[in-house]
């Protein structure tokens, strides 16, 4: 158990670190594209991203939220579920969240907020009533682990540099087609270095924005797997969780309100019907089987 979870942090930096790299190439080609003023593109570039991850930061919680139709409950609404969120908090350690109930038949829930003293879980009514005791610990564990490590905070982090990137990458395809930009020279070497870089930079503002894509899904789908070991590790029960996550993969409804911007929140993805060949790059979430297959192999 312990050495899944730190296989699996180790991961999630590893994919942080190509975030920077890409990052890092966008800007030395428009440090070489466009001189000294590359630099203050890309300062520009990060203060955008920024300043709208800033307001997602401290208003996403209230989105997601109101976007799934949750509703916050009180211990006398429902003292069962409100309880056992309690009794977990206790064990892990961490301060009591908002707890809401989602009435939907689908099984499912979700934990947002950008820190644990500002923090929200959301459990589907349809989770309520079908899963056992121990089943409905599991998943509600697991979202609690989300708030423990930190996930929204890092997820956040995610997302200004995909901002970065697409921001770069579009600037970058536009001064290209308005033909803004572009050191000048009468040197035959320069200028055939010149176009190499040029084609290198369209090339790389073309598809880094998908491939930082891709590195989101990958670090999504890796917290998703910290979030099964932490929240085995607090139960202490690793069949709980396996066999929510089991009974969440028979069932043959998605969730009535949800969408794509939220999606990678829930415990397991809302949508139904991925195609098997999308589904490990494209995916928010790793494969069920897997996830069920790695939690019965715990000890």
């Known amino acids: 158990m312990y050495s899944q979870i730190d296989s ?3 991961k999630t930096w590893a994919l942080m670190l190509i975030f920077v790299l890409v990052i890092s190439a966008l800007g030395y080609v428009f440090n070489l594209w466009y001189g000294e003023a590359g630099y203050g593109i890309l300062f520009i570039a990060i203060a955008f991203s920024l300043l709208t991850a800033t307001f997602g930061f401290f208003s996403g919680d209230k989105v ?4 799934a139709g949750a509703k916050k409950i009180k211990k006398d609404d429902n003292p069962y579920v409100y309880r056992m969120v309690e009794n977990l908090c206790i064990t892990a350690g961490l ?7 989602i009435q939907d038949l689908s099984i499912n829930a979700f934990a947002t907020g950008r820190d ?16 056992k005791n121990e089943e409905l610990e599991g998943v509600i564990a697991h979202e609690l682990s989300h708030i423990k490590n930190y996930d929204i905070r890092l997820m956040m982090i995610v997302i200004i540099c995909i901002g970065i990137i697409t921001l770069l990458a579009d600037w970058m395809i536009r001064a290209k087609l308005y033909g803004i930009g572009g050191k000048k ?12 870089i ?26 998703e797997y910290l ?10 029960y690793p069949d709980g969780l396996a066999s929510a996550l089991e009974k969440i993969k028979m069932q043959n409804m998605p969730l009535q309100k949800v969408n794509k911007a939220t999606a990678h929140l829930y415990i397991s993805s809302p949508f139904l019907g991925t195609k098997k060949a999308l589904r490990k790059a494209f995916a928010t979430h790793p494969d069920i089987d897997d ?9």
Not at 95 to 101: E, Y
Not at 202 to 219: E, M
């Open 227 to 236: 979030a099964d070991a932490s929240g085995a590790m607090l139960t202490r």
């Open 95 to 101: 301060p009591m969240p908002k707890v809401h109930i």
């Open 8 to 10: 699996n942090k180790r």
């Open 185 to 196: 020279s009468n040197d035959n070497n320069s200028g055939q270095l010149g176009a190499i």
């Open 198 to 223: 040029m084609i290198v930079g369209i090339v790389l503002a073309i598809l880094s924005p998908l491939f930082a894509r891709l590195i989101q899904f990958a670090i999504s789908r890796k917290r």
């Open 291 to 299: 996830r069920i297959a790695k939690l019965r192999n715990m000890a």
């Open 64 to 67: 997601a939220l109101a976007s």
């Open 116 to 131: 644990p003293e500002h923090a929200s879980i959301a459990v589907t009514q349809g989770a309520i009533d079908n899963l």
